[in-house]
């Protein structure tokens, strides 16, 4: 079955760059999603059709899509961005998943 | 605004079954998609089903097919799950989860725990 992989951990130290990627065979033609999810809230979407940030979501998030990956970048990551963060897309038969999530330590 | 109150959580033995219940309102019920996702104790997030507007078309994650049924009533403004023979792997925290334009699921109730323990 289809899936989306990330790496399970990123850690950078604050005001470096971090990048979470998301590998998936669907990707060059499926947009991917970019969803925040901080203990015990619920999720928060932070990058929508690949590149896209919706409104109230800092500029220093941002994505991109390349063939089977996507890429979730935070540029100058801060200590409040710590948190799980999932890709999200779809298979070319229209099943929507996630990954399996990324927790970003920002230390 | 936007609000999404699941309830009809709880503790059940396995093979039982259990209904979710999301009760919607803040915007026109029987205009949009819902969704449910779940997550498990310490786990990530696994989309379940989605429903359309009208309720004409369903789909369901692998894991879940011939044993959930997502439905709607548009008159109440409730989205429900229909869980039947539940196993101990589908233990977690379940959301109802609404579209807004092109954000897919964007927003979200605060969930509602199902325990499948014998």
């Known amino acids: 079955s289809y899936e989306l992989t990330q790496p399970p951990s990123v850690s950078v130290s604050p005001g470096q760059t971090a990048r979470i990627t998301c590998s998936g065979d669907a990707l060059p033609k499926k947009y991917a999603y970019w969803y925040q999810q901080k203990s015990g809230q619920a999720p928060v979407l932070v990058i929508y059709e690949d590149n896209k940030r919706p409104s109230g979501i800092p500029e220093r998030f941002s994505g991109s899509s390349s063939g089977t990956m996507a890429t979730l970048t935070i540029s100058g990551a801060q200590v409040e961005d710590e948190a799980d963060y999932y890709c999200y897309s779809a298979d070319n038969n229209g099943n929507q998943m996630f990954g399996g999530g990324t927790k970003l330590t920002v230390l | 605004q936007v609000q999404l109150v699941e309830s009809g959580g709880g503790v059940v033995q396995p093979g039982r079954s259990l209904r979710l219940s999301c009760a919607a309102s803040g915007f026109t019920f029987r205009s949009y998609a819902m969704h449910w996702v779940r997550q498990a104790p310490g786990k990530g997030l696994e989309w379940v089903t989605i429903?359309?507007?009208?309720?004409?078309?369903?789909y369901y994650a692998d894991s879940v097919k011939g044993r959930f049924t997502i439905s709607r009533d548009n008159s109440k403004n409730t989205l429900y799950l229909q869980m039947n023979s539940l196993r101990a792997e589908d233990t977690a925290v379940y959301y109802c989860?609404?579209?807004?334009?092109?954000?897919?699921?964007?927003?979200w109730g605060q969930g509602t725990l199902v325990t499948v323990s014998s």
């Open positions: 429903i359309s507007y009208d309720g004409s078309k369903k």
């Open positions: 989860a609404k579209d807004r334009a092109e954000w897919p699921l964007y927003y």
